[in-house]
């Protein structure tokens, strides 16, 4: 098993809404922001290979959405999904498996792209893909509550429903040795993080987890450290503290879909809790 990640970043979002309750002067410390209180953020997404088959983890935002939708975002980068997955060696009909951890935008947009230059038509930006989610994530997200109405948008995932490639990790199995799934409810319903069994340079077996949105970042590694954006934050600091704690146990390498300058990291335990030991490339610390 490969695994290489692939940035479609950079984008902004606002600091104190991806850190809730932390101060400001302790968060600009390691996000510094601009004049309109937003700080860089990457548009991380994994690229894993086994065998004949080829997952992709997570989208990125997509180019379907208007300019002043994107405006707030400091939107579009110049970077698209489809340029890095060729950049990284592969085609689109490569891609065998889409896992959307969540349905948020910035996650499932580019998962549906417009068929045709007077964009009217939408079909899937993988053709040959099944398309994952959790049956619980699709539920809250196609019927979406106040706080999460503005970050579900309908034209992001219905489309792969309509044409027969969504599956279910509840209802099927993926059938991918070597990858286990994770669920998660603090940030939104039924979170997926996938955990990929792979063997290290040095020949022992390692866990490559991608934190998606429980952990996005180095700097959101310490428990209290929750985005606003969760809707039940005290259970997204039962579910932190629970995950660290094993992936401390088990030495598990950490892999952020938002973090701007560091793709992964592992942790440790000291006196001030769990923090982090080693940040870096995915491929220097495997």
């Not at 990125?60 to 997955?85: C, R």
């Not at 964009?119 to 997200?141: C, I, V």
Request: hydrophobic share 40%; proline share 6%; net charge negative.
């Amino acid at each position: 098993m490969t695994i290489k990640p692939i940035d479609i970043g950079p984008f902004k979002l606002d600091g104190g809404a991806m850190f809730g309750v932390v101060p400001k002067t302790i968060w600009q410390k390691q996000s510094p922001a601009d004049d309109r209180n937003l700080c860089n953020w990457a548009l991380r997404c994994l690229l894993v290979e086994n065998g004949n088959r080829l997952m992709l983890v997570d989208t990125g935002t997509g180019d379907k959405q208007d300019a002043k939708f994107f405006g707030f975002y400091d939107l579009p980068n110049g970077k698209t999904l489809t340029g890095a997955v060729e950049q990284a060696g592969y085609s689109l009909n490569d891609v065998t498996d889409v896992l959307l951890t969540h349905l948020h935008f910035d996650h499932a947009g580019g998962a549906v792209r417009y068929a045709d230059a007077g964009r009217t038509k939408l079909e899937a930006t993988f053709p040959q893909a099944a398309y994952w989610s959790h049956s619980g994530q699709w539920d809250w997200a196609t019927n979406p509550n106040p706080r999460e109405r503005a970050t579900y948008l309908r034209e992001n995932f219905i489309p792969l429903q309509a044409n027969g490639q969504l599956r279910f990790t509840d209802k099927e199995d993926l059938q991918l040795p070597g990858v286990d799934l994770l669920y998660m409810d603090g940030h939104t319903e039924k979170m997926t993080l996938p955990l990929f069994q792979l063997t290290g340079s040095t020949g022992w077996p390692r866990t490559v987890v991608f934190c998606a949105d429980l952990i996005p970042s180095v700097a959101h590694v310490p428990v209290p450290y929750v985005m606003g954006y969760d809707v039940r934050p005290l259970l997204t600091m039962d579910e932190k503290t629970q995950f660290l704690n094993r992936a401390v146990d088990e030495d598990w390498l950490l892999v952020f879909d938002h973090d701007p300058v560091y793709e992964a990291a592992t942790v440790e335990r000291t006196e001030k809790g769990i923090r982090v030991k080693e940040k870096g490339p995915v491929a220097e610390l495997l």
